[in-house]
């Protein structure tokens, strides 16, 4: 049975232990601090892995702030989650929104730290977390349960209307509610990435292999991969037809959909449900194409680091993931043709990828929320989302600016003429894109399956059918409540 | 006055340690027995989060085993391997200056960048380990690619950083008495004589000291475990820290953590006492008897 502690019990029992400890302290005999009481240092950043989080941020911890300054009073923190270019365009763009919102002081927009959760985390439990900070879907559920983010429903009710909302994708701005956890809205549009497949023409001609089109299988697309590999005279692969991160926690989970399978169940939220035949053998593509066939590029490849970056060294044909044309042109330079294709639809005729829930929360703890909402409202305004285009080329979160950004992105880098830019506009009006089913307790869940996935795809050391035993351990720890 | 300023000038220290350290150790502790995301809930539960850990949790074992063979292994090899490098570094030669350093730089490298080197190293198909298994004519380990090979891989890394420990047992070694390694000599001894019967005796306090920080340097092993394998794979690198960090913030059970915290700190306590208990009948003290 567990007993509610009050807030001022806790802070008197909390002194008395402090006092009490000053006093043994004082009293000599202090002894040296305890080796396993702290926990584990939370300055360390994260390893870079391929597919693991969907916003690819750029962000390192070496950076510093940037600030706006405008006549009022509040001041604003802001933590982005993106590289420079996008925090200058980002700087840039702010001295007409402290024109326009004269209450506002100074916005100071602050980039990740490493291992920036952890310390939101810690700084929510300090009272200094950022008034907006950028954050997604797949991370937003347990500071909403928290109390942490500020939902913006009643704010979107009041200050948009209906005319206003349309300029949004409905597919992303339906994801921003997360039903499970009464509806909220945890906050506004800041980007959108989907995912696709990039090829290299240069290596399709050599292969002699058809480029891919919008009526492509996944038949077509295993076959193309077989063909686009390359064996030096050791048997070794050379080239790889494609890569697609299967072990990622962010990406594994559409295929099985399209193979008309669930990873959750839709009614039942504490239930797995990639035990099914189809999501097996949606697997089952996947591995086979990795492991016995040899045509999909193992993590250990690339050392887990990014395809963006991997793409032009020729470890790969074709890769599925997202969208950055103005990185892929800073890598590729020209130096070979490519483009982008949908990523095909499944056997069941659905065509679904991850199209991510990229945008700003307002902090539950802000004393400023009024303004902080102001300046949500300005990121996912025309003027900003705009400005992001025209640094970063990024895909903008609105329909009006959507149409502007394929030409912008082509007059600014020329190279990417015969990229097939249209597949984001194509996917837009098609709607395909959207967010992952989630379990009630996500994390617990990722405690489970990433491992797994990992023993399958990774390291190669399971069949499918493992995932049987797993899904039925991640119901369990759904339905018991796990720790 | 003169104590009023002594402890005005220690207070810096003792401020810090009541606040920093004890505070939070027994904050930590007090932590243990309550359900607890620090943000929303501070719910009692008494001895709950210690039971769950024990009857329920499905990564306590695997991460008891993962630390264990980590410390286990990598603490008598290391051990060995730090006193036979001191050993040579001791010898009169030339260079032995640039040597030491040499031996002793990886100690002063940050744990982040000497793992983000190895990853390369251990990389089975372009690093250094792909070329020397290939030149020995044997397929390299996948390292941390594979789920038997992963710890391993992080035990040779821990290996890499011995220069510390081989700095004390150089210092050790200057400090023996060298009229009594000439005198066994006089009396015949070879040298690996003079070194197991005069030498290692009196290098057992500073091999005491070192195995004890290892000890729990190695129960504590976290920096490459994350950076490299994020535990993986298939939690076949995942430590005990490793899991007290991924309960306490990828999963909001700070109480919990905390409890799996204090069953660390005991776990390490009994392996440090069992050392110290035993050292009274494997460590030399010139000065007498062992203490």
């Known amino acids: 049975m567990s007993t509610m502690v009050t807030r001022k019990q806790f802070l008197h029992t909390a002194a008395g232990l402090i006092g009490a400890s000053v006093l043994a302290a004082c009293g000599g005999g202090a002894s040296t601090a305890s080796p396993a009481a702290g926990a584990a240092p939370a300055s360390t950043p994260k390893p870079a892995t391929n597919g693991t989080t969907a916003s690819s941020s750029g962000a390192t911890p070496t950076r510093a702030p940037m600030a706006a300054q405008g006549k009022g009073k509040v001041d604003l923190t802001w933590e982005v989650s993106q590289g420079d270019a996008w925090m200058k365009a980002s700087v840039a763009t702010l001295p007409a929104l402290l024109d326009k919102v004269p209450a506002i002081g100074k916005v100071t927009v602050e980039p990740t730290p490493g291992d920036w959760e952890n310390k939101l985390v810690a700084s929510m439990v300090a009272g200094t977390a950022p008034d907006v900070f950028d954050m997604w879907g797949d991370i937003i559920p347990p500071f909403v349960e928290r109390g942490q983010v500020v939902d913006v429903q009643p704010l979107v009710n009041r200050d948009y209307k209906a005319a206003d909302l349309q300029d949004f994708y409905d597919w992303q701005w339906r994801d921003f509610v997360l039903p499970w956890l009464n509806n909220i809205r945890f906050g506004m549009p800041r980007y959108v990435n989907m995912m696709f497949t990039w090829y290299r023409k240069d290596m399709f001609d050599k292969a002699g292999v058809k480029y891919p089109s919008l009526d492509w299988s996944h038949v077509d697309y295993a076959d193309a991969a077989n063909k686009l590999t390359v064996k030096d005279s050791s048997g070794k692969v050379t080239t790889f037809g494609l890569a697609y991160p299967a072990w990622s926690w962010d990406r594994y989970w559409y295929k099985p959909t399209i193979w008309g399978g669930h990873t959750v169940d839709p009614n039942d939220n504490t239930k797995a449900a990639f035990d099914s035949e189809q999501s097996l053998a949606a697997f089952e593509w996947s591995r086979k194409l990795m492991w016995d066939d040899k045509a999909m590029l193992p993590p250990l490849e690339i050392q887990n680091q990014s395809f963006l970056l991997h793409f032009p060294t020729g470890i790969m044909a074709m890769a599925e993931d997202g969208i950055y044309p103005f990185e892929m042109d800073d890598q590729i330079q020209g130096k070979f043709e490519w483009a982008y294709m949908h990523v095909p639809k499944g056997p069941t005729g659905v065509r679904k990828v991850l199209g991510t829930t990229d945008g700003t929360a307002i902090w539950k703890g802000t004393k400023a929320q009024d303004e902080a909402w102001e300046l949500q409202k300005w990121v996912a305004g025309p003027d900003y989302q705009l400005a992001i285009v025209q640094a970063t080329g990024r895909v903008p979160v609105r329909h009006s600016v959507l149409a502007k950004w394929l030409d912008i992105a082509v007059k600014t880098r020329p190279n990417l003429k015969n990229a097939n830019l249209n597949v984001a506009l194509e996917a837009m009006q098609m709607g395909y894109p959207g967010a992952r089913e989630f379990y009630k307790d996500n994390n617990a869940a990722q405690e489970i399956i990433v491992p797994a996935l990992q023993k399958v795809f990774v390291t190669g050391g399971a069949p499918v059918t493992y995932m049987k035993q797993i899904a039925t351990q991640v119901t369990n720890a759904e339905k018991n409540g796990a720790r | ?291």
């Open chain 2, 1 to 291: 006055m003169e104590a009023f300023f002594g402890l005005l000038f220690v207070s810096p220290y003792i401020i810090h340690f009541v606040v920093l350290q004890a505070g939070t150790i027994l904050y930590s502790l007090f932590l243990s027995f309550f359900d607890s995301d620090m943000l929303t809930k501070m719910n009692f539960i008494g001895l709950d989060n210690y039971r769950y850990l024990f009857e329920n949790e499905p990564l306590f074992g695997q991460t008891l085993k993962v630390t264990a063979v980590y410390s286990f292994v990598s603490v008598p090899v290391a051990t060995i391997l730090s006193l036979a490098i001191a050993v040579l570094l001791n010898q009169n030669i030339k260079f032995q200056g640039i040597f030491r350093t040499m031996y002793y730089l990886p100690a002063v490298v940050s744990g982040v960048a000497v793992a983000l080197v190895w990853i390369w190293v251990l990389n089975p198909d372009y690093g250094l380990s792909g070329v020397v298994f290939d030149l020995l004519g044997v397929q390299s380990p996948r390292w941390f690619w594979s789920e038997g090979w992963a710890l391993p891989g992080l035990i040779l890394i821990s290996l890499w950083g011995t220069g510390t420990n081989m700095l004390l047992y150089l210092a050790g070694l200057q400090a023996v008495p060298t009229q009594l390694m000439e005198a066994a000599r006089i009396d015949g001894a070879g040298a690996a004589r003079v070194f197991f019967s005069i030498t290692v005796p009196l290098l057992t306090p500073t091999i005491l000291f070192n195995v004890i920080l290892n000890i729990i340097g190695s129960f504590q092993v976290f920096t490459s475990a994350y950076v490299i394998t994020s535990g993986g794979p298939n939690n076949a690198t995942l430590t005990m820290v490793l899991l007290i960090y991924q309960k306490a913030f990828q999963n909001f059970h700070f109480g919990y953590a905390s409890s799996i915290a204090w069953v660390l700190f005991i776990i390490i306590l009994f392996f440090s006492m069992v050392v110290f208990r035993s050292s009274g009948r494997w460590v030399y003290y010139e000065s007498g008897a062992p203490r």
